[in-house]
């Protein structure tokens, strides 16, 4: 029997949707395979989804339409975030799909396909949902969506900071950490598959066991940080999203130890820090307690220990009473900070939220307009960031062949990534070389030129 996973949303998902794969080949399915077209030979389709905001919602449920819509006789199961969060209204109004699955316990989705397939639907209410947390199978052992090389570790799932804005604690819960030493168990698991680049991830990686029950509320990435420093090899580890508002300092030390010990950049200083908004009014609203001269004090920090550190945070336009004035604050800011990346969302009125009901609504054009402005100007920024690494010899990660142009001269291409390019999100480095380097692997590169917000590479 074969399945087909069509992944949607973030990579926290992605790890929920290799840990689903991992079940169901140890319980004898087989994946029909990553391209489209492997959908015409599976069993079951499942559409793991996302149920953040609302576009990306539009988007699964898109994909559950046009998936029925190809394939009338197929079996599709609807799993993830979407099922999660609309588990009682979803069989009522979605009957393109034959099933549904949530979140909280991954094992499940071997009983809903072995169901789905004797013809006999299972009924989310009916199943004894329990939470299933990120430790309870073998992690570093299932299959990986991302890209050679690089995989996802998933420190922690839910959240406690209680954003107006967000629905992830709808979906996800509270916080709840993984051990220490389960984590590091799936660290050398993926290193020694050959996994070059760890990217540790969370809602709030910053929040890491502070949940833990009768400890104080302080942060355990610092003494996860230097359980991984304690790891033999040559590897990267990523940081990714730690909140601005109670940013653990004390990494910055295990971070340069480690560096100083290893004799190379091994936790970078990649820092991922959403902002979201400068205004004082906005970010208050937001129940966030930081301020722009607080997250750029934090900034300064962060730069006058790392002088190579590179810095990316995404912002949020329209909330509700968003002004041009508050407007102004955030453009101000966004000059000051000098971020080497940014991503922008416009605000999604999210039902079970705080912000839902807040009055002075924002219209979505005003919104999509701003997000404009914000993207054009980071545009420079990034560019005028990126030139400082132009001349550097550095470790590319190298990832994807591709073809040769006519006009290439006879070298071949492909892309990878410097540690200031996160996976997906930032720009690439293009690396022209007589031999194309082995896929997954580190290659000495200088940096020859940027090109827009990528960067031209060359074998040293």
Avoid at 53 to 81: H, M
Avoid at 176 to 182: G, L, T
Avoid at 288 to 314: D, K, M, W
């Amino acid at each position: 029997m074969k399945y087909f996973l069509d992944p949607f949303g973030c990579v926290k998902n992605q790890v929920d949707g290799e840990n689903m794969m991992a079940r169901l080949n140890s319980a004898g399915w087989e994946s029909a395979g990553a391209d489209l077209a492997g959908a015409d030979l599976a069993d079951v389709i499942i559409v793991n989804s996302c149920g953040f905001i609302e576009s990306a919602k539009q988007e699964s449920i898109n994909a559950v339409l046009e998936w029925r819509r190809l394939y009338p006789d197929k079996k599709i199961l609807l799993a993830g975030c979407l099922s999660q969060r609309y588990a009682k209204e979803l069989p009522d109004i979605l009957t393109e799909a034959d099933a549904f699955i949530g979140v909280e316990n991954p094992a499940q989705i071997v009983e809903a396909v072995e169901k789905l397939t004797a013809s006999s639907l299972p009924s989310p209410s009916s199943v004894d949902l329990k939470i299933q947390h990120p430790g309870s199978f073998p992690p570093g052992e299932r299959p990986l969506l991302s890209l050679p090389g690089s995989a996802y570790v998933k420190i922690s799932d839910g959240c406690n900071n209680r954003c107006s804005y967000c629905a992830i604690p709808l979906i996800r819960g509270n916080l709840y950490s993984r051990e220490i030493p389960d984590i590091l168990e799936e660290c050398r698991a993926l290193l020694g598959r050959g996994i070059r680049e760890l990217c540790i991830i969370g809602q709030d990686i910053g929040a890491f066991g502070t949940d833990a029950q009768g400890e104080p509320a302080i942060s355990k990435l610092p003494e996860l940080l230097e359980a991984i420093s304690a790891l033999k090899g040559d590897f990267w580890a990523r940081l990714l999203y730690i909140h601005p508002d109670h940013f653990p300092l004390k990494i910055l030390d295990i971070m340069e130890e480690d560096t100083r010990r290893a004799g190379r950049m091994r936790i970078l200083p990649y820092f991922d820090i959403p902002f979201q908004h400068a205004s004082p009014k906005i970010l208050s609203a937001m129940n966030r307690r930081g301020n722009a001269q607080i997250y750029l004090e934090l900034l300064e920090t962060i730069r006058s220990r790392f002088p190579s550190a590179v810095i990316r945070s995404t912002f949020l336009l329209g909330f509700p009473g968003e002004t041009d004035e508050d407007f102004s604050a955030l453009l101000e800011f966004q000059e000051k900070a000098a971020l080497d990346w940014a991503g922008c969302f416009t605000y999604s009125r999210e039902e079970g939220t705080q912000a839902y009901n807040m009055k002075k609504r924002v219209s979505l054009k005003t919104a999509l307009k701003r997000k404009q402005i914000i993207e054009e100007k980071q545009i420079h920024i990034t560019e005028k960031n990126m030139d400082r690494f132009v001349g550097r010899t550095l470790d590319v990660l190298t990832e994807e062949r591709l073809e040769s142009a006519g006009d290439s001269g006879g070298k071949d291409f492909c892309l990878g990534r410097l540690y200031c390019q996160a996976p997906d999100i930032d720009g690439t480095a293009v690396i022209a070389a007589a031999a194309v380097p082995q896929m997954g692997t580190f290659t000495k590169c200088k940096v020859i030129a940027r090109r827009g917000i990528d960067l031209e590479v060359k074998p040293v």
